[in-house]
């Protein structure tokens, strides 16, 4: 299904993990939760927590409830997700704020980081891919050809804003199949943590390819290779004569 279309000053609230690693948490929380126990749930400061759920609550994705005290003092405040009537981020984002806020990017190397979130794409990509398990069960031109438009389409559904560019090599080399990405969901996230997010995107692709029975496809990604687009290359094998 292709994701809901964000405004920008959503998709900007959106852009920093920590702020939809709380959302999540509140999504994901049986009851209202107040500032410390979200500060202790994520591992931030709970000052830092305050700030991140005032851009929630402005944005219109986290509700406030002040409350009822019958004795003196300040009284708590406790949040909420909103309703699923309103907007909500991608499923992409839910991906890496469930990556991030269980580690990568913090106190692991970053090999290990991009590892494992590698792992993660993949897995998701083999969920997009599921329908179309019996695409392609053979090797040959026309089975790698349909495997190459469904990644563009899964690309496409994930808000990548795709392009299948030229295609170069010939028979018998592999044939290097380029799809530009015109849109990151995770722009502002990338430019700090481009190893754990190229490698969620290198893992979708993966994990897809890997549903659909091709066999034999490398995909490397080649960030931001000029200004606002990223390529990802598909490297196909020969199709035998």
Not at 86 to 111: C, I, K
Not at 124 to 153: F, P, Y
């Amino acid at each position: 299904m292709p994701i809901e279309p964000l405004d920008a000053r959503t998709h900007r609230v959106l852009s920093g993990i920590s702020r939809v690693a709380i959302l999540e948490l509140l999504r994901d929380a049986d009851a209202e939760l107040d500032v410390p126990a979200i500060a202790q749930a994520v591992g931030l400061h709970a000052n830092t927590v305050r700030s991140h759920l005032d851009r929630l609550v402005e944005v219109g994705l986290v509700a406030e409830t002040v409350e009822a005290r019958v004795r003196p003092g300040r009284p708590r405040l406790f949040f909420r997700a909103t309703s699923p009537a309103a907007e909500v981020p991608a499923e992409s984002y839910r991906l890496l704020a469930g990556l991030l806020a269980g580690g990568l990017g913090r106190d692991v190397s970053p090999g290990a980081g991009a590892g494992a979130a590698a792992e993660a794409g993949r897995r998701w990509g083999r969920e997009m891919a599921e329908t179309d398990a019996g695409l392609s069960d053979a090797q040959s031109g026309a089975a790698h050809g349909a495997s190459v438009g469904r990644i563009v389409q899964i690309l496409d559904e994930v808000g990548f804003e795709p392009r299948l560019g030229a295609a170069a090599g010939s028979t018998p080399a592999p044939v290097d199949v380029v799809i530009e990405l015109h849109r990151c969901p995770f722009l502002d996230v990338a430019k700090d943590h481009s190893d754990v997010v190229c490698a969620v995107h290198r893992g979708l692709m993966e994990g897809a390819l890997e549903r659909l029975h091709t066999p034999g496809v490398g995909v490397t990604l080649e960030p931001f290779a000029r200004p606002g687009v990223c390529l990802a290359h598909l490297e196909v094998p020969a199709t035998k004569p």
